[in-house]
């Protein structure tokens, strides 16, 4: 299976952000954290716009879970990116990586 990279998970971030009227340059930094043994990859995530409050209430209902008060960090899982990915990049492009 094809998971999806930082930049993908990193833009679908940058458009919830936007969807706020959020414009900041670059307001989440993402990285891809390797499992090793087989294991799916995650996603380290944090916040570095001003706006953090509004995105966690943002993010929280399109990934399922919601964040304490004062995160400015947090993991993302592979399907919690594929949600992701799903609602602000696009129906066609996570279901393509679902089925792979």
Known sequence: MEY???SEV???LTRLASEI???TAHPFRVELLKIHGGQPP???V???SPNQML???K???VIGRSFSLGVR???LTVPEALRLILKYEGAERAIRRLSE
């Open 10 to 12: 990193e833009l679908a």
């Open 55 to 57: 995105l966690r209430e």
């Open 42 to 44: 995650q996603y380290t």
């Open 4 to 6: 999806p990279s930082k």
């Open 21 to 23: 009227g959020d414009n």
């Open 59 to 61: 993010l929280g209902p």
């Open 46 to 48: 944090v916040v570095l």
């Open 73 to 75: 960090s947090f993991l």
